[in-house]
């Protein structure tokens, strides 16, 4: 819903309504409320476009919102939809995801979700994050309020996890490319270098 305001030429917001059994749902009001909930049915929502599932997460990120119980209720119920999405697409929502500024707030939500139990590409999605440090996570944040590059916040986050497994979650896949991952792990190996090049306040 938070995504249907329009601007009119006099420069008015126009709300988006509609009624939901006895219930009126309004954008302005969920802005206000700070929620992300899926419009209509949440169920045909994510099963048009099951992208949508990993971009409530990604809004969470950037916005700090709650998901609405009803629209997280479908996504569980839909999950296995993921898998039939192209890899790439999934790697450039979990990039974005990564930059927001409330990441602490998704990452609670997707590990409540299980998404790190869904198997992408014969391999457990991102499984290494089950064990990421709250340490790793507020460092990220920092990180991401001066502005951070998805091959910084894959090091930060996982600065604490097996390089190993980190290379074979990232390649399973492949959000960034392989040269990038290499970045990855030698970032992960020299962060107190980066964080004085940053001169970010940790």
Known sequence: TINT???????????FTYRDEDVLISAFKDIKLKFIRCIGDPDENFMKKPIRILRMFRLQSQLGYKIHSATMAAAIRNKNLLLDIPIALIGKE????????????????????KLFDLMINNHLFMECINDVKADSIQQLIKYNHHGSSPIEAYSILLKDIDKDRVIDNLKAFMPIKEEA??????????QELVDENRNINL
Request: proline share 0%.
């Open 181 to 190: 991952i290499e970045k990855v792990i030698w970032l992960m190996q020299h």
């Open 5 to 15: 305001i329009v601007q009119s030429m006099d420069n008015k917001f126009i709300d």
């Open 94 to 113: 979990f990039n974005e995801l990564l930059l927001g500024r409330h990441i602490d707030k998704a990452i609670e939500s997707m590990k409540k979700f």
